[in-house]
């Protein structure tokens, strides 16, 4: 068999019936979550600045604890999935991610991991969403990787309506989202 | 030692000028090369509970049979050292057999079947093994240039194990004429454009019931931790 790793193509625009049938994906923290309450507004945009209004965005993250797949949380699901809707958003009900260990056993910052597919995406584009203040941001070493005045770019802020945050995903145009190479 | 992942000989790149979505789509700044921690070794994991025998058979979802040309789509997902993925969810979509989606945006005048959903999904078996039953999808008309048509093609989406796994591709068949004339599918390099071409196999076939095609699959992994490769850092 062939050992090379299959070739990408777009998710096209009619993909919802069977990836994103209805919003309860984008549901990560039940009610007995542990954690802060995190309702994570993601904005997907095009060149212009535009909405992209037939993407998908998944996220992936640890629990409050700083574990992935944590079976001490089982009200919290890591992997959460929604579409971008007429203004090209998507909102998520999770909790904020505790700290997990990074390179050379450093613990890294807490952050979401984020794929995005989309048509005229021809493979998805991989992200990840800070949190705007935390201290433990300015050690972080894959912040770090990022050229310095494009690191905001991957900060999520915190709005007036306590524990929503807003997070602009731009695929490219003048504030271009870091994206990385996984 | 950092070595870039994209492979361009072998993946499409993000700006494909004649896929005319790309241009405004397409991310321009180099990306940045990400060391593997445990947010790239880790992923969801779903189980077979969530699953039933109705979502690998797409021909047994409404109150008949839908129309078309039956079809067995078998393959194995294994990463690219040859070890199968088991317990792997492969998600598929695809148009029914006169090219028509039963998505709402999807208006162009091709039947909708009442018979056809045309969603699947199903885990892999312990060999990485997957296989549902369906109808030959339809070539369908889209908005790319005149008289542009997709390729009759099926969409697959998988996990694998880890968040570097995760990977969403097209499935299409081998000889198909359309091809040629399809951006989407010529954004893949020549060279891996036939790891995304379904074979078909006879020994898959069921005589007097289903035609078999043969679509196997290579998801990436995680590179290897420094413990099991001295010389990194
Ligand atoms: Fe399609």
Same mark, same amino acid.
């Given at each position: 068999m062939d050992l090379h790793h299959t070739a990408n193509q777009p998710i096209g625009p009619f993909y919802h019936f069977a990836l994103?049938? !209805?919003?309860? =994906? %984008?549901?990560?923290? +039940?009610? !007995? =979550?542990? +954690?802060e309450r995190v309702d994570l507004a993601i904005r997907l945009l095009d060149a212009d600045g535009k909405p992209v209004t037939n993407g998908m965005i998944e996220l992936w993250q640890a629990s409050a604890a700083g574990i992935y797949n944590d079976p001490a949380d089982p009200a919290f699901h890591g992997f959460g999935r929604l579409a971008t809707d007429r203004e090209g958003l998507c909102l998520f009900h999770t909790v904020k991610p505790g700290q997990v260990a990074g390179l050379n056993g450093k613990l890294q910052a807490p952050h979401i991991n984020v794929s995005v597919y989309a048509p005229g995406l021809t493979k998805r584009v991989v992200a990840r969403i800070y949190f705007a203040d935390d201290p433990a941001n300015d050690s972080d070493q894959v912040l770090g990787l990022a050229p310095e005045d494009r690191r905001q770019t991957m900060l999520a802020r915190q709005t007036l309506e306590a524990g929503r945050w807003n997070f602009d995903l731009h695929l490219? %145009?003048?504030c271009e989202t870091v994206f990385f190479d996984i | 030692m950092q070595k870039s992942r994209l492979d361009p000989d072998n993946q499409p790149p993000y700006l494909y000028e004649p896929y005319h979505s790309t241009a405004k789509r397409a991310p321009r700044q180099p990306l940045i090369f990400l060391p593997h921690t445990l947010s790239e070794r880790t992923g969801p994991i779903f189980a077979d509970t969530l699953i039933t025998e109705a979502d690998r058979d797409l021909t047994r979802q409404g109150a008949g049979e839908p129309l078309g040309q039956r079809m067995i789509v078998e393959g194995r997902v294994v990463d690219e050292d040859g070890n199968p993925l088991p317990k792997t969810l492969v998600e598929v979509w695809q148009t029914n057999a006169a090219g028509r989606y039963r998505h709402e945006l999807d208006d162009w005048p091709a039947p909708l079947d009442p018979n056809f959903n045309g969603c699947g999904r199903v885990l892999t078996d312990e060999n990485g093994k997957y296989r549902f039953l369906t109808v030959k999808p339809g070539a369908y008309p889209w908005g790319n240039h005149p008289n542009a048509w997709r390729p009759a093609h099926i969409h697959f989406s998988l996990f694998g194990p880890s968040f570097v796994s995760r990977f969403i591709t097209q499935m299409y068949f081998e000889g198909d004429p359309m091809l040629e004339y399809d951006p989407v599918f010529q954004c893949v390099p020549d060279r891996a454009k036939h790891r995304i071409l379904a074979k078909f196999d006879l020994g898959l076939t069921e005589e007097r019931f289903a035609l078999g095609f043969r679509f196997d699959l290579v998801l990436r992994g995680p590179d290897a931790t420094p413990s099991e490769n001295g010389h990194e850092e």
């Open positions: 994103t049938p !209805d919003n309860d =994906a %984008g549901i990560m923290a +039940g009610p !007995d =979550a542990k +954690g490219c %145009g003048p | -």
